[in-house]
């Protein structure tokens, strides 16, 4: 089993940018995918960006154009990099792990989850 962690969350101003991080244990996480998502209260996990083994990505339309997931398997870790932050972007933030070579976007194929990080953003 792949563990994951969050950091690098916090307090931060709109218009900011913020690099969350994902470290990873256990099990090589190298060869699935890792997808991030965000969850506002009293709402369901949305799906923010995925990255698949070949460094394939997916984007949602809500961060597409100011965010930038990438990994770093030497670190074991994968990155969000957000940009020009909103205070609507205002959650908590979890990266997950999917057992499977391709990114979908359904949080349900997610099997490992990290405890989540709050992002809040000010404005």
């Known amino acids: 089993q792949v563990y994951v962690q969050e950091s690098g969350g916090g307090p931060v101003q709109a218009g900011d940018s913020l690099r969350l991080r994902c470290a990873t244990s256990?099990?090589?996480?190298?060869?699935?995918?890792i997808g991030w998502f965000r969850q506002f209260p009293g709402k369901e996990r949305e799906f923010l960006a995925g990255i698949d083994w070949k460094n394939s990505t997916k984007y949602a339309d809500s961060v597409k154009g100011r965010s930038t997931i990438s990994r770093d398997n030497n670190k074991k870790t994968i990155y969000l990099e957000m940009n020009n932050l909103k205070p609507e972007d205002t959650a908590v933030y979890f990266c997950?792990?999917?057992?499977?070579?391709?990114?979908?976007?359904?949080?349900?194929?997610?099997?490992?989850w990290g405890q989540g990080i709050q992002v809040t953003v000010s404005s």
């Open positions: 997950a792990v999917r057992y499977d070579l391709v990114v979908l976007p359904d949080p349900e194929g997610f099997t490992s």
């Open positions: 256990g099990r090589d996480s190298s060869m699935y995918a």
